[in-house]
T-cell receptor
Framework: GAGVSQSPSNKVTEKGKDVELRCDPI?????LYWYRQSLGQGLEFLIY????????KSGLPSDRFSAERTGGSVSTLTIQRTQQEDSAVYLC??????????????FGPGTRLTVL | SQKIEQNSEALNIQEGKTATLTCNYT??????LQWYRQDPGRGPVFLLL?????KEKRKERLKVTFDTTLKQSLFHITASQPADSATYLC????????????FGKGTMLLVSP
């Protein structure tokens, strides 16, 4: 079946512009996660959704970052007034249900964001 | 502070040998630990999960151990192949109240023919 998909695969933007990144989780997965990964760094947790609710937004680096999920499916991560330090690969993952003992996360290919 | 540590230096081994990767953690009492593989330009792929009450888990050429006293997990690939070359990430789910995974930075494995 289809895996997690993300769009765009690459995004180049100018400093100060807003960007929207999209994630389509695996059908039937109720939990959705956003991470970012900078060159040579590990996965940095940003936010997760269980259904349409975001119980944990603790990883969002600043109020320029926001995310929403509608219909328990597609999610968008929005970065306003982008800065050069926002350049990274943004990864989305989904799982059957957050908190399950076997909570295996399935990752998308990521969106590479470059802020000039 | 809470930490997950994996060797930042790449591990270089010869084809056919056993690769052993280490994941150490502090100040956690994880419910379980997972290992993922990540290839360049791709998202991580789940490999194995081991629970806190399990000492060892195997899957084909992979073996994971989990020592909650030492706060350490070892990840072994036996009869390694060049196709095993990738970055391997460990991830912990903390005990009660946490629904998310916390990832280590990963260790790159390079298997030479």
């Amino acid at each position: 079946g289809a895996g997690v998909s993300q769009s765009p695969s690459n995004k180049v933007t100018e400093k100060g512009k807003d960007v929207e990144l999209r994630c389509d989780p695996i059908s039937g997965h109720t939990a959705l996660y956003w991470y970012r990964q900078s060159l040579g760094q590990g996965l940095e947790f940003l936010i997760y959704f269980q259904g349409n609710s975001a119980p944990d937004k603790s990883g969002l680096p600043s109020d320029r970052f926001s995310a929403e999920r509608t219909g328990g499916s597609v999610s968008t991560l929005t970065i306003q007034r982008t800065q050069q330090e926002d350049s990274a690969v943004y990864l989305c993952a989904s799982s059957l249900e957050a908190g399950l003992s076997t909570d295996t996360q399935y990752f998308g290919p990521g969106t590479r964001l470059t802020v000039l | 502070s809470q930490k997950i540590e994996q060797n930042s230096e790449a591990l270089n081994i010869q084809e056919g040998k056993t690769a052993t990767l280490t994941c150490n953690y502090t100040n956690y009492s994880p419910a379980y630990l997972q290992w993922y593989r990540q290839d360049p330009g791709r998202g991580p792929v789940f490999l194995l999960l081991i629970r806190e009450n399990e000492k060892e888990k195997r899957k084909e050429r992979l073996k994971v151990t989990f020592d909650t006293t030492l706060k350490q997990s070892l990840f072994h690939i036996t009869a390694s192949q060049p196709a095993d070359s990738a970055t391997y990430l460990c991830a912990l789910r903390l005990n009660s109240g946490y629904s998310t995974l916390t990832f280590g930075k990963g260790t790159m494995l390079l298997v030479s023919p």
